[in-house]
Every structure is written in C-alpha cells, then in structure tokens.
C-alpha cells in the first residue's frame, strides 16, 4: 500500500490478484489478466477502482485482438482510453510507470479497417 494526497491506496501489485494479473498479462495471457484484475476491482473504491477498469478493459481488448475480433478490441479499447482518462489524476499521483504492463499502448487503427 501507499499513500497518495494523505489517503491510503489499496493497490499492491507484488501480490494477490494484481500481481497475477500483472503476471498474465506479461505473459499475453490477457483473458486471465482480466480476470484477475475483475476480482480485485469489485472490492476497490474510487479512484482506484476506476483506474483498474480502464487496465482490466485494456487486457480485455488485448484478448479480443488476439482472436482477430475487431470490433470488440475497438471498443474496449475506447472505453481504456475513456476510463484512463478519468482517473489521470490519481495515476499522475501513485504509479510507477515501471509497475505497468509493458506494451499498454492501445492497437492503433491503421486506416484500412486492419487492427
């Protein structure tokens, strides 16, 4: 745990679900990063829990990709974005970009309808 603006953060990346997740996705094994991290997420208040959506929708557009499904990696990719966006604030504040998945970067359309 941490500390953020004198509030004590929940989000333990070295062990439990997080750590799991976090090992999954490394692995490319984003479907059961999602799961993980959707078993974390539903006992988290916010910011925290706004923050891990935005990571869980990532994994799970990461999986959609895999699979060749593209309108699925669009759109949890967007709702990524939209959910990363919304909690900027409070990631500014505690993470260590070095404790985030490696290739978070949201797939880039690249204007021929191929993901």
């Known amino acids: 745990m941490f500390a953020a603006n004198g509030i004590m953060k929940r989000l333990d990346w070295t062990c439990g ?8 996705y490394r692995a490319g094994q ?14 988290l208040p916010d910011p925290e829990k706004t923050f891990l959506q935005a990571l869980i929708q990532v994994a799970a557009a990461f999986h959609h990709f895999q ?8 759109l949890l990719a967007a709702g990524g974005a939209t959910a990363t966006r919304s909690s900027f604030t409070f990631l500014r504040q505690i993470i260590d970009s070095s404790a985030l ?6 797939v880039e359309g690249t204007g021929n309808g191929r993901y």
């Open 101 to 106: 998945p490696r290739n978070s970067r949201v």
């Open 67 to 74: 699979r060749g499904n593209q309108e699925g990696t669009f």
């Open 17 to 24: 679900g997080l750590a799991e997740g976090l090992r999954c």
């Open 30 to 43: 984003f479907f059961a990063a999602h799961k993980h991290w959707q078993a974390v997420w539903l006992e």
